[in-house]
């Protein structure tokens, strides 16, 4: 009886342990694959969007430029805009075109002289601070560079 | 606390008796290690499903970009490659355990009175896990998977009669393959045959039980035993050992990805997976008008045999060794089988593509014409980088940030006299190759610039010099009057390409290109320029 009982929760461990085994070979790869970002997920570098003369200062406009983004195996060449506010000759501010609340496209409006998103009517600053409404944060910011009086919008958002 | 939530889901779906039911259900007394091979293909199938789901996940199912879907799951998920390892090599011993174990119970002769059906369901299981070998084989859109393909197709259109009828089912009307016949494939691999197989495997696994183990002879005398846990604790460790196996494989074995389907490509040539093989043999063995019975007839007698087994052999079940028939046919079989594979491994040539021709990373240098690349090397010969360094301000402006806004007389000038005192050794058409390129050159074109390994670029620059370009198009430039040089690797050698040049109608009668004299340098740097450039 003694041995029995042995055998049988010997083949109850192994079956318990071999069947975990395999489990976990393949749970394991398989949320690596699921969850883990893809190797080179390549930054597009910066993009001319516009001469800096072609702005007024303190006056924002919508800019629309090119540029290449990596979209899982495709690489796509797409339109994108950005409204470029030139502070002055060395500055320039570009808000990404998204309100912050939900996404939807705002636009300047040049009476109330601020952003205005259109879907739950929160409001920006000139500078993209939060005036009224819903919104969370300010507007976000491309990152951007100016060189030889054009100014190069880089693929990287910074979130206030 | 975990009892009662059990005793309610009992009281409320009886799952845990029908567990019981299942799991401590009689087995005759001889069961063994030789009935682990159905649990084992169930598990297989089970696997497969799992790894084609993740695989799903990241694949867009059109031609194409099939292509670059799976190359992006190979080269750039973390355990794609494993992934893909686990479904295609599980795919070829899923096929070796669905055949073991059929092989197993006529041996056994296991399909006898009651047991036909079961027999028969299982063979019809048969055919659909060699249907998904066939489908799936065409969803990586390699030129492997396409010429295989298109074999395939054409082979089925032989069938008397209905031959168009299957080409159309198939979508290929007329005998191409295209966006129509990859989307019939893609469906029946994901859409069609899973549910099939689910509902096929749950009537072989109900017939099993309707009917129990096949005992041996005498068998019945003896008190039964249980399934769990002995029968359950063989049946995983051979599931076990089965998928050590594979997964070894996965990691060890790199499975094929070679260039994107070509339908102009008449260099390739098409073979179907190992499993296929004897049947490819078999067909060549039968010319004109014969053809039909190697492709078709001899193929339907075969299934139709295999199916009628339980009807043909309607004897007493025996005891193993007593069954010498079943076993010297088992073994004929094993070894035609051998001897046709074989056979069609030794006379079918090697490909020219490299099995691993996608999965070879291109670097950006790899795609830039020719004229570009070599501007980069009168950028470097000249040494320009001493004042422009790339990637930051020094000397000169950073000529990486963005393309040069000057005229091209000032660049010339430029080049010819960067400072006062210092004059350059570049020659015309290297000035002006230099100065279209700073001002032209896009985001690859940069990374280029300072990646492009010294020999490829001298390699450009010969090309240039030699003015390869008026008669050869190579990544997107030049003329058409010579063939395209775009992965001229495929199908010329090293000791061809050196040949060539020195002498080109002695390699290519009747070709109108000039002998070039080239020094060993030149020559050793262009021939190994054009043999990097991909397709």
């Not at chain 2, 047991?115 to 799936?136: D, K, P, S």
Request: proline share 7%; glycine share 8%; charged share 20%.
């Amino acid at each position: 009886m003694e041995s029995t009982t042995t055998r049988r929760s010997f083949y109850s461990a192994a079956i318990a342990g071999l069947g975990g085994l395999i489990t976990a070979a393949l749970a394991v790869p398989a949320a690596a694959y699921l969850l883990v970002r893809p190797k080179s997920q390549k930054q597009s570098d910066f993009v001319p969007a516009a001469d800096l003369t072609q702005l007024t200062v303190g006056k924002p406009e919508e800019v629309v430029f090119r540029r290449t983004r990596v979209d899982g195996w495709r690489v796509l060449n797409e339109k994108s805009t950005a409204w470029v506010l030139r502070k002055d000759d060395q500055n320039v501010v570009a808000f990404a075109p998204q309100c912050t609340h939900l996404g939807c496209a705002y636009h300047w409006d040049e009476k109330e002289n601020n952003f205005l998103c259109p879907c739950h009517t929160s409001t920006f600053s000139i500078d993209g601070k939060v005036l009224s409404g819903p919104a969370p944060r300010p507007l976000d910011r491309y990152v951007t560079r100016i060189d030889q009086g054009k100014i190069l919008i880089g693929s990287e958002i910074q979130k206030a | 606390m975990l009892r009662s939530v059990i005793d309610w889901l009992e009281d409320r779906t009886g799952v845990e008796s029908a567990i019981k039911h299942f799991l401590y259900e009689d087995v005759p007394a001889s069961a063994g290690w030789h009935q682990v091979l159905g649990s084992v293909a169930l598990f297989a199938f089970l696997t497969q499903v799992f790894t084609g789901m993740l695989l799903a996940g990241n694949y867009a199912p059109t031609p194409g970009e099939a292509y670059n879907s799976l190359r992006y799951i190979v080269t750039e998920l973390t355990a794609g490659q494993l992934m893909r390892g686990l479904h295609h090599w599980g795919a070829s011993l899923m096929i070796i355990v669905v055949v073991l174990h059929m092989m197993q119970v006529f041996v056994w002769g296991a399909y006898k009175k009651p047991r036909e059906a079961t027999w028969m369901v299982g063979a019809v299981l048969l055919l659909v896990t060699l249907a998904y070998g066939l489908t799936g084989y065409l969803l990586p859109w390699d030129n492997r998977a396409y010429w295989g393909t298109v074999v395939t197709t054409q082979i089925a259109a032989l069938a008397p009669g209905a031959g168009p009828y299957v080409l159309r089912l198939l979508g290929s009307d007329g005998g191409s393959i295209g966006a129509v016949t990859f989307a019939r494939f893609y469906a029946a691999h994901v859409l069609l045959l899973p549910p099939l197989t689910f509902l096929l495997i749950a009537i072989h696994v109900y017939l099993v039980r309707r009917h129990g183990v096949t005992p041996i002879p005498a068998d019945e005398a003896l008190p039964k035993k249980k399934f769990y846990p002995e029968q359950v604790f063989k049946d995983t460790v051979a599931t076990f050992a089965w998928f050590a196996v594979l997964v070894a494989m996965a990691i060890a074995v790199r499975v094929p990805l070679g260039h994107v389907a070509d339908p102009t490509d008449t260099s390739y040539i098409p073979r179907p997976e190992w499993y296929f093989l004897f049947l490819f043999q078999t067909l060549k063995a039968f010319e004109g008008p014969l053809e039909i019975v190697g492709a078709v007839v001899l193929p339907t007698l075969a299934i139709l045999a295999l199916f009628l087994v339980p009807f043909i052999d309607r004897g007493k079940v025996v005891r193993v060794r007593e069954r010498i028939g079943a076993i010297a046919l088992i073994v004929l079989c094993v070894l035609g089988w051998s001897a046709l594979t074989a056979r069609a491994i030794a006379t079918t040539p090697p490909s020219t593509e490299s099995p691993d021709a996608g999965l070879a990373l291109i670097e950006p240098w790899q795609e830039l014409p020719a004229d570009q690349l070599a501007a980069i090397g009168a950028f470097r010969k000249d040494n320009c980088g001493n004042c422009h360094v790339l990637g930051k301000s020094s000397a000169g402006p950073d000529l990486t940030r963005a393309a040069s806004q000057r005229p091209t007389d000032w660049l010339m000038q430029h080049f010819k006299q960067p400072a006062p005192n210092v004059a350059t050794q570049l020659k015309n058409p290297e000035l002006r190759g230099l100065a279209a390129f700073v001002t032209k050159r896009q985001d690859d074109a940069v990374k280029a610039w300072s990646g492009a390994p010294q020999a490829a670029v001298e390699g450009a620059m010969v090309y240039q010099a030699n003015q390869c370009s008026a008669c050869h198009k190579l990544n997107g430039v030049g003329m058409q009057t010579g063939p395209p040089l775009n992965g001229v690797a495929d199908h010329r050698n090293r000791e061809w390409l050196e040949g060539h040049f020195a002498d080109p109608s002695k390699f290519s009668p009747g070709s109108t290109m000039p002998a070039y004299k080239l020094s060993s340098r030149d020559l050793d740097r262009l021939t190994s320029y054009i043999m990097d450039i991909p397709k």
